[in-house]
C-alpha cells in the first residue's frame, strides 16, 4: 500500500496511513498528527499525498510512510521527521528527548529551521529538543553521539559504519542502501534495519525495497550551490 496511502487533510493522510497498516502504533499516530505536513512542503497542494515532493536543491521530503531518548536524522531535508521525532521523544510530564537533524546543504537546513519554527517546535536555543546542523551526515554528528535511533533519509551506496559506530547500546539505524542485493527489490534499493543490543552485537535485516534520493556530496546533490 505505499504510495497509496492520500489524503484531502493531515487528519485524512494518517487515517488512510493507518487504515493501509503502514502506521500501527497510536503514539506515531499522535505524533503525526501534531505535524502538519503542508508545513514542510513547497506544493500545498500535494501535502497530504503520499508520496515524496521536491522541496529543491535536488532534495525531497519522503513519502510519510517512512520519551527521553536521542534520535539522528540524517539528511533531514525539510525539517518534517524531525518534528515528528521531536514528538515522539518529548513529553509533557517526563523526561525530555533531542533530536539531531544534519544537511549538507545550508539552504535545506535554512529552510528546515524556518518550517520547525512556523510549526511550534523551538530549534537551536540551549534547552531545545530539536538541533538543527550543517555537516556531511554520511559521518554522523558526533558531538550528540550516542544515539537511541538513527534515521537516514537518503539512499547510501554501501552501509556507513561511522553511523553503527554512534548507536546507543542498545539502539536502531533505520537507512535505505544501494547495493547487489537491494537489486533483487523493487527500485534497485532496500531498507537496511540495524540493531545494536545492550552488549554492542550488531544485528542487520534487510526489510523491503525502496526508491530514495541518494545520500551523495553536496555539489553532486546542487551543483549550484
Known amino acids: 500500500m505505499a504510495w497509496r496511502s492520500h489524503g484531502e487533510t493531515n487528519a485524512g493522510l494518517i487515517q488512510a496511513l493507518t487504515k493501509n497498516g503502514l502506521i500501527t502504533s ?51 531535508g525539510s525539517g518534517y521527521t524531525c518534528a515528528v521525532f521531536h514528538h515522539l521523544v518529548s513529553s509533557d510530564t517526563g523526561p525530555k528527548g533531542k533530536v539531531v537533524g544534519i544537511d549538507h546543504l545550508q539552504q535545506l537546513v535554512s529552510f528546515s529551521i524556518k518550517n520547525l519554527r512556523q510549526d511550534g517546535v523551538v530549534v537551536n536555543t540551549p534547552d531545545a ?33 561511522e553511523l553503527i559506530d ?20 523493487s527500485g534497485g534499493q532496500s531498507i537496511w534495519q540495524v540493531d545494536k543490543d545492550e552488549h554492542g552485537v550488531v544485528m542487520r535485516k534487510q526489510l523491503f525495497g525502496v526508491k530514495y534520493v541518494p545520500l551523495t556530496d553536496d555539489w553532486k546533490q546542487w551543483p549550484g550551490r
Open 26 to 76: 497510536p503514539t506515531v499516530a499522535d505524533a503525526m498528527a501534531k505535524v502538519d505536513r503542508a508545513n514542510y512542503v513547497l506544493d500545498k497542494a500535494d501535502a497530504y499525498r503520499d508520496s515524496p515532493q521536491s522541496i529543491n536543491y535536488g532534495a525531497t521530503i519522503s513519502a510519510p510512510h517512512m520519551p527521553g531518548m536521542k534520535v539522528l536524522d540524517v539528511g533531514s
Open 129 to 161: 529538543g530539536v538541533e538543527m546542523v550543517c555537516g556531511d551526515g554520511r559521518k554522523g554528528y558526533a558531538p550528540g553521539a550516542p544515539y537511541n535511533a538513527i534515521h537516514v533519509g537518503a539512499a547510501a551506496p554501501t552501509m556507513p559504519q
Open 166 to 185: 554512534q548507536l546507543a547500546s542498545p539502539g536502531r539505524l533505520f537507512i535505505p542502501v544501494e547495493d547487489e542485493d537491494a537489486r533483487a527489490f
